[in-house]
């Protein structure tokens, strides 16, 4: 059996599938150029992650087709009831990734309240004339211990958030609309652990209170954060998306960072991926990533074992 890794898949993938009898093909297909090679390679199964769309018209056109994988949590590229109607499997990976996304959003939250993404750019340019002018401009960064976090979305990537803010002394606050309440096992590096338990909050009641907002809720029909929510929220609020493009305004985002009353933004997705906004890509004041949240070493090599793993279950 064939399966063609259009996204890519990590080597310990690659050798789980090949060990199982199957023959994986890692060729990057153009969209349009998909659905001649599925045909004339006559293949199985298809991987894919945000890049790749699976499409009901695929789907259709492609009858060798028996399993659609995702490497990652997301589905919205994939038409996955027509899918699952049509009798195929349709999986992906929802534990493999959410850690790795966990640890980008603190590497924005630290990076953002000591004014590191900005100093990266001031002091390769003026670090040696206006170093003493620099010192002063980012003097004023803030500790993350003792501030409150609200998570928007509180299933797996949610739940990995709040163990890192809990150990590192944050107040967590939590909203989503299928969790009552959790809790959350915060480990440390000798076996021991803590648990906390988190009761969810009203959508309102989260973004009102919270010193930083970070949202991890699937692809959305609407934005979940515009100019209405920014106007309940603190002065001086931080925000980070690292889950979907879409969920945020943009354009209220960044007249928000413009009046004052967002301090610090992170984005690691777009609205517009993969051409962002210029408006985004200039602004001083926002931390930028492409993408990359499930982007780690460990994470692809999590994602790639576990696709191999449900392929042969189910395929084999």
């Not at 599938?17 to 004339?40: H, M, R």
């Not at 209170?209 to 929510?229: R, S």
């Not at 392929?311 to 084999?316: A, P, R």
Request: charge should be negative.
């Amino acid at each position: 059996m064939k399966v063609l890794a259009n996204d890519g898949i990590s080597q310990s993938g690659i050798e789980a599938l090949e060990k199982g009898g199957f023959e994986v093909i890692t060729t990057k297909v153009a969209q349009n150029q998909l659905e001649q090679f599925i045909n004339e390679n006559s293949v199985d199964a298809i991987l894919v992650r945000s890049a790749t769309q699976v499409r009901q018209e695929l789907i259709d056109a492609c009858p060798s087709i028996k399993l659609i994988g995702r490497g990652g949590v997301g589905m919205d590229n994939i038409d996955v009831e027509y899918a699952i109607n049509q009798g195929l499997h349709v999986i992906n990976t929802p534990n493999a990734s959410s850690s790795s996304v966990a640890e980008l959003v603190f590497a924005h939250l630290f990076g953002m309240v000591r004014f590191l993404h900005q100093a990266n750019r001031e002091m390769p340019l003026e670090g040696d004339t206006r170093f003493k002018d620099l010192k002063k401009d980012f003097a004023g960064g803030t500790e993350l211990r003792g501030k409150t976090i609200g998570i928007i979305g509180f299933g797996r990537i949610g739940k990995e958030v709040a163990k890192i803010a809990l150990g590192i002394g944050m107040k967590v606050i939590a909203n989503d609309g299928y969790v009552g309440e959790a809790i959350i096992n915060v480990p440390f590096y000798n076996g021991q652990s803590i648990d906390v338990k988190i009761e969810t909050e009203s959508f309102e009641e989260v973004i009102k209170q919270a010193d930083f907002i970070t949202l991890h809720v699937p692809n959305q029909e609407q934005y979940i954060i515009g100019e209405t929510q920014f106007g309940l929220m603190k002065n001086g609020v931080g925000i980070i998306n690292a889950a979907r493009g879409g969920v945020i305004d943009e354009v209220a985002l960044v007249n928000a960072i413009e009046s004052g009353k967002v301090k610090y933004a992170g984005l690691d997705v777009f609205e517009k991926e993969p051409t962002p906004e210029i408006q985004l890509l200039m602004n001083p004041d926002i931390s930028l990533t492409p993408h990359i949240g499930a982007a780690t070493v460990e994470a692809q090599d999590r994602i790639g074992k576990e696709l191999a793993d449900q392929i042969i279950k189910l395929l084999s």
